[in-house]
């Protein structure tokens, strides 16, 4: 029997009799998210294969359970990637988890969002039902863009079956800048070059360096970096420091201490916080160490505009993401009904009421 009929028997028996269910691929993610009580697992890590890539038409079709490093080893066969870079956090890492998670990597704010790439999926909802949204490329996404919408959803909408991603070429060259600066003056160059037609691929600060990374033909890079300035650091370096901070095995995301995620509008001047902070995304991503008060954070993000989220450790069984508005809570809500109404998928992994 095609897998996809088997974890839809498995989602209609759980919603007939309203028993719950942790969706779970790699479970190199497990950490995100609230944490929940045990329920039965619904395991999509056999769920595997691409099941359609044509790198002329620059699109590939995957089944939801396929490690990402199968699916980043086929796109550089043909001298492709995903355009957002996402991070593994561990070797068995899926593709649907990654999109489930909607989590993003350096590149972001230059070549778009995990969600930016989706294209299509294929989900179960919370009935049992298999829907497809979307399609192949990008002409067909019309309307509502339901498939988008499964992005970050942390399975509580739908179990990912099947996914089209856009994918783009790999650069010809990239070249990693340092220099020195303190945080004012770093946000404000990397809002200064956001505006500028620069080959930007990744900026980040660690409280006294600013990295820039700049991708693209060889002439373009060195015209860009007559224009920004800096020391080059050699190829090796530069990868080992770019993968430290997608994968968070950079010194500044080590020990046990909860870690949290600001997202702000990347003009939004140094925040008054003690300890270090790690600035990405030109100043739209920011990330602290240790125990903080969760209502001060979320208070000063949204007082800029933004939100925080305890993003690893702490406490999990409670909330764990920026409080939603009431009306925002109620069409999150509706949605949820809509999807899964009888909310066996992934309870409260998101939000408690959800």
């Known amino acids: 029997m095609d897998q996809s009929r088997t974890l839809q028997a498995i989602v209609q028996?759980?919603?007939?009799?309203?028993?719950?269910?942790?969706?779970?691929?790699?479970?190199?993610?497990?950490?995100?998210?609230?944490?929940?009580?045990?329920?039965?697992?619904?395991?999509?890590?056999?769920?595997?294969?691409?099941?359609?890539?044509?790198?002329?038409?620059?699109?590939?079709?995957?089944?939801?359970?396929?490690?990402?490093?199968?699916?980043e080893a086929q796109l550089a066969e043909a001298g492709q990637m995903l355009p957002f870079e996402p991070p593994h956090f561990g070797p068995a890492a899926t593709i649907g988890g990654t999109l489930a998670c909607g989590l993003s990597g350096p590149r972001r704010p230059y070549a778009g969002s995990a969600r930016d790439t989706v294209l299509g999926m294929r989900i179960l909802n919370g009935q049992g039902e298999i829907l497809r949204f979307g399609g192949q490329v990008m002409k067909n996404v019309a309307g509502y863009d339901v498939s988008?919408?499964?992005?970050?959803?942390?399975?509580?909408?739908?179990?990912?079956?099947?996914?089209?991603?856009?994918?783009?070429?790999?650069?010809?060259?990239?070249?990693?800048?340092?220099?020195?600066?303190?945080?004012a003056t770093a946000i404000q160059r990397m809002n200064l070059w956001a505006g500028q037609p620069l080959p930007l691929s990744a900026t980040t600060f660690d409280g006294e360096h600013l990295y820039i990374r700049l991708s693209g033909t060889e002439g373009t890079l060195q015209a860009a970096r007559s224009r920004i300035g800096g020391d080059a650091l050699a190829e090796a370096d530069a990868d080992a420091f770019w993968a430290s901070l997608r994968e968070q095995h950079h010194v500044f995301f080590q020990g046990d201490a909860p870690l949290w995620r600001l997202a702000l509008p990347p003009a939004t001047p140094p925040l008054p916080?003690?300890?270090?902070?790690?600035?990405?995304?030109?100043?739209?991503?920011?990330w602290l160490r240790g125990q903080r008060d969760a209502v001060m954070l979320q208070q000063l993000a949204a007082q800029y505009g933004g939100h925080a989220t305890m993003f690893r450790g702490g406490a999990r069984a409670a909330e764990v993401f920026q409080p939603?508005?009431?009306?925002?809570?109620?069409?999150?809500?509706?949605?949820?009904?809509?999807f899964d109404p009888r909310a066996i998928l992934n309870p409260g992994r998101l939000y408690a009421t959800l």
């Open 273 to 286: 916080l003690a300890g270090q902070t790690m600035i990405e995304w030109g100043g739209g991503q920011r």
């Open 13 to 71: 028996e759980a919603h007939a009799r309203s028993r719950p269910l942790a969706i779970r691929g790699g479970g190199s993610k497990a950490f995100y998210g609230r944490r929940t009580p045990e329920c039965d697992r619904l395991d999509l890590s056999g769920h595997q294969g691409i099941t359609d890539y044509e790198p002329n038409e620059l699109f590939i079709t995957l089944r939801a359970g396929t490690p990402l490093q199968t699916l």
């Open 324 to 338: 939603l508005a009431p009306t925002m809570l109620a069409v999150q809500q509706r949605l949820k009904a809509a």
């Open 148 to 183: 988008r919408l499964m992005v970050g959803a942390l399975g509580t909408l739908g179990v990912l079956l099947e996914v089209s991603l856009k994918v783009l070429p790999r650069p010809v060259c990239t070249l990693s800048l340092l220099q020195e600066s303190d945080p």
